[in-house]
């Protein structure tokens, strides 16, 4: 599972804590926003600008969580191995499992399918990074900063 943890979490949470309410209560609203705002970013990310993939597991596994008043996380939940190995690449041995599977073609010629049996083996892989989550996160930096500064100007200025 990508997970992404603010440093300073507990210590700024506990600052928020003494806030006015209305204050907590526009950071809150603007959090949840701004997640969703980073879950679409990520979405148009898997679908074309990095991955290419218009659904599929990982896809689907991609959730936003609010543990406290504070903080946001954007992970891929569930059991999507991969997700990592995308997000920061690999370079390294990767074992595959005894299987079958059903082959419709042999040398070249169409045949009657048929199922195969493959054994265990091991191979090398390499998969070149392609970050859908950090460089979303990136991208939206600006956006969380003047999000988070517009919410408290709008609840001080009122």
Do not use: C
């Not at 979405?43 to 946001?72: E, H, M, P, R, T």
């Not at 690999?90 to 049996?117: L, W």
């Not at 390499?126 to 930096?141: C, F, G, I, K, V």
């Amino acid at each position: 599972m990508f997970d992404v943890k603010v440093a300073g979490a507990d210590e700024l949470s506990r600052k928020i804590a003494a806030m006015p309410e209305a204050i907590r209560t526009a950071l809150n609203q603007k959090r949840v926003e701004l997640a969703q705002g980073l879950l679409d970013k990520i979405a148009v990310k898997l679908s074309g600008q990095v991955l290419n993939a218009g659904g599929g597991a990982l896809w689907d596994s991609i959730a936003a969580g609010f543990d406290d008043d504070l903080s946001a996380r954007i992970y891929s939940a569930g059991d999507v191995k991969y997700a990592a190995a995308q997000e920061y690449g690999f370079d390294g041995e990767e074992s595959v499992g005894a299987h079958s599977r059903e082959i419709r073609e042999a040398f070249g010629k169409a045949i009657s399918p048929k199922t195969i049996f493959v054994a265990a083996f091991s191979r090398h892989m390499h998969l070149p990074e392609r970050s859908y989550m950090r460089a979303s996160l990136d991208e939206m930096q600006d956006d969380i900063s003047q999000g988070f500064r517009e919410a408290i100007e709008e609840v001080l200025g009122s």
